[in-house]
């Protein structure tokens, strides 16, 4: 018998409507970007991780149009809970193109948190450790994206959750002599549970994937939502999204709801139609 069904975690109405955490602050979603048609170059393979990675002209178009909003791209450990004025740009993965995302971003005057897949470090297509320290000596948040991705991080039991954050942190703390107290939710599987275990494990700051700028906090964790990036997303887009403006943010939290139901009930039948419908693994 299989562990049970996930504790959800808490939804938010859509929109900047949403006022039910300690404050509220835009967070943008990246993973990873490539040189045109080189899908599988950097980050996880597949036509399906693909769907979230850009090429490198569109993000340098993306991040002229966020520079062009007058907000600020500040570190989260340096929110204090009056920050209107502020999104968070995040990278999932810890694909090997952060690196250059991460200067890039420094030409705006802006700061990334990239959080890392623990086993991944050193491999083909993700950053080594030598990349990993130095993308913090640049000023940027170095965090964990679990230790081996697993598909539906909410389903596993206890223990399995407790090591994919410890190991994880574990790593990643060795390679920068420091604690590591950021960290997101891989796959979009986000629950309380999850959140409960990142906070055992030292996690401080835990972005999920719901759609939302209401910053709640769970046994010590503040909880982040993102709005994500995909494929497609055009300058104005992304601008909106970080401003809420005209609506972009109430559509991704409807489109979102609209599939949770399934994601959560119906996992792995979910993730099969979404392997066959972007065509690969």
């Known amino acids: 018998m299989g562990p049970a069904a996930p504790e959800p975690a808490p939804a938010c109405p859509p929109g900047d409507a949403c006022r039910g955490g300690e404050w509220m602050t835009a967070s943008l979603m990246y993973h990873d970007l490539v040189d045109p048609g080189g899908w599988d170059a950097s980050g996880f393979p597949g036509p ?83 990349d990993v320290r130095a993308l913090a000596a640049s000023g940027h948040v170095i965090g964990s994206h679990s230790h081996t991705h697993p598909p539906d991080i909410s389903r596993l039991d206890a223990r399995a959750l407790a090591a994919e954050w410890e190991s994880s942190v574990s790593r990643l703390s060795q390679i920068l002599g420091h604690a590591v107290d950021v960290a997101s939710v891989p796959g979009g599987f986000h629950s309380t549970l999850v959140a409960r275990s990142a906070a055992r494990a030292g996690i401080r700051h835990l972005f999920t994937s719901e759609p939302t700028t209401s910053v709640a906090r769970i046994d010590g964790c503040r909880i982040h939502g993102r709005y994500a990036l995909q494929r497609g997303a055009t300058p104005e887009l992304v601008a909106a999204l970080a401003v809420g ?26 993730r099969w139609a979404r392997r066959r419908a972007f065509g690969g693994a």
């Open 48 to 130: 399906s991780a693909a769907s979230y990675k850009f090429e490198w002209d569109e993000y340098e178009r993306q991040l002229r149009a966020l520079s062009g909003t007058g907000l600020r791209f500040p570190r989260v450990d340096a929110l204090d809970g009056e920050d209107d004025d502020a999104c968070l740009l995040t990278f999932d993965d810890g694909g090997c193109s952060a690196v250059e995302a991460a200067r890039r971003l420094e030409q705006h005057g802006m700061v990334g948190h990239f959080l890392v897949t623990g086993e991944r470090i050193g491999t083909p297509g993700f950053l080594g450790a030598a």
């Open 245 to 270: 403006r005209g609506g972009a943010r109430a559509r991704q939290w409807l489109l979102w709801n609209l599939k949770k139901p399934a994601k959560r009930f119906v996992g792995p039948a979910y």
